[in-house]
C-alpha cells in the first residue's frame, strides 16, 4: 500500500504562479522573511472559541464564492423572494394580519401633516428623531403612485441598493455577506416592505462601506462620506452613529466623527427653518415603558406566568407595553444596562491595538447589538439593522463575527414568528408566545455577548509575532 510518505514528492511552486485555489489565498501570503525564504501562509489569527465556527472548513468552503459566482442566481434569488413578500404584503393575514396599516394610515396621516409645515403635535406615536421625516415624505416623489405603493417601491429600491453594494464588496473575495442580506431579510416575511427601517439601513451599511473602503486618488474621501451618511441616519433613527465606534484611530476617526456631527447639525437646522415642533419626539420617547418583546418585558412575562407577577399588557405609545408593580424599575435597570453598555464600548476602544480591515465593522455589529438587547423595546424590525450590519461584516474575510451572523438568521424568522404569527399568543402571555419570546431574545442575548467577547478578544490583544514557518525551513 502507497503511503504518503511513499509518493513522489510535488514540485517546487512557481513563484510567478497563480494561489492553487482561490479558497486560502492571501495577497500577503507570498511576501519575503527576513531569511530570505519565501512564506506560504501568513500567521493565523488567535484562537478565539473552541466552537466549529472557526474551522476553515466551515468559514471558507460552505459559503459561495460570490466574486466569480453567479450574479443571476443573486438576481433570481432577490427577485423571487421580493416578490414573495410583496404578495404576503398584499394579502396582508398573516396572524394578526394588519402590518401594512402603518403605512397607509399612520405613516400617511404623518405625511399630510408635514403638508402643513409642522412635525406630529402631541402624537404619542411620533417617537423618532426629525430625520425621518424625510423618509415619511419620499414618496411625494412618486405623486403618479398612491403613498402605500411608493413607499414600498423606494423601499425595495433602497433594498436593492444595499444588495449591489454588498456584491459589490464582495467581489474580490470569498465571502457571503450579501447572501446573508438577501436570504436573511425573507425571514422577517412582509415587515421590512412595511416599515422604515430598511431605509436606515441603507445608510448605515453604504456608510459602513465608504468607511472601510480604499479611494488612492482621495484617500480621506472614505472617512468624510462614511460620516456623512452615519450623520443623515443617526438623525433619522439614532443608532447608526453607533457605526463610527469602531473607526480607526487617528485622522479617519476625526474626518468621519467631524462630517457626521457637521451633517447632523446642518439637517437638523434645516429641518427646524421648514417646519415647527421638530423636538417634539422627545417628549413621547422619554414616556415610553417596557415593551412585551424587549428582553425585560419577557422576565416580566415569565413572572407572570409563574404566578408572581400580577401585571398585565396594554397598548400604549403605538405598541403593547406591560403596566403593574417593577415595571419602572425594569425599565430603570434597562437604562442602566444601556449606560454599562456604552461604557463598556469606550473602554474597549480605549483598550483595542490591532486593527484590521474588519474592525469598524465588527465594532459596528458589536454595539448595536449591545443597544438592542438592553433596550425597552425590541421589535420585529430591529433585527433590520442587525442583519445589513453582519452582512456588511461578512463582506470582510477577516471578520470575527461569523458565528454571530448565523446566530442572526433564526432570530429574525422568530422575530417573525412572534409578530405577526403568534402576537396573540404573546401580548396575551400563552405558552407559545412566551416560548418565542424566550428563546428569541436568548438568542439575541447570545449574540450581543458573543459579539463583544470576540470584539474584545480580537482587538485587545497584541499583534501575533511574524511565522516561524521560514526558520523551520532552513533547520
Known sequence: MTTHRDRTPPPPPDPDAAPASGLNSDPEAGRSSGTGVKATCAPPPPSLTGSPFDSDTFTSASFVNVGRGPALALTVVWTLTRAGMLLLLARDALGVGGVGREVYVLYHHWFRQFGHGTFPLNDVTWQYPPGA???????????????????????????AAVTLALARADSRRVTHGVWIWVCGLPLLLHIPLARYDVQVTALAVLGLLALTSRTPAVPRLGGVLGGVLAGLGALVKVWPALTLIGTPRGRTTRDAWTSAAATAAVLLVTLALFFSDSLGFLRQQGSRGVQIESVGGTALALAQSAGVWPGRAQYRYGAFEYV???????????LLLTVLAFVWL????????????????????????????????????????LLGLAAVCLTSRRTVMRPVALLLLPAAGLSSLAYPVLYDDVVAGSFPGVAVMVVRNGLLLACALLAARRLWASTTRAAPPPTSQSRSQDS
Open 324 to 334: 403593574g408593580p417593577y415595571v419602572s424599575t425594569v425599565g430603570r435597570v434597562a
Open 346 to 385: 469606550l473602554v474597549w476602544r480605549l483598550r483595542a491595538r490591532t486593527w484590521t480591515e474588519a474592525t469598524p465593522l465588527d465594532a459596528a455589529l458589536a454595539a448595536v447589538l449591545l443597544f438592542t438587547v438592553t433596550s425597552r423595546v425590541i421589535s420585529p424590525q430591529y433585527l433590520i439593522w
Open 133 to 159: 421625516g424625510l423618509v415619511i415624505m419620499s414618496p411625494g416623489l412618486l405623486p403618479w403612485l398612491t403613498y402605500f405603493q411608493a413607499f414600498v417601491a423606494l423601499t425595495l429600491l433602497a433594498d
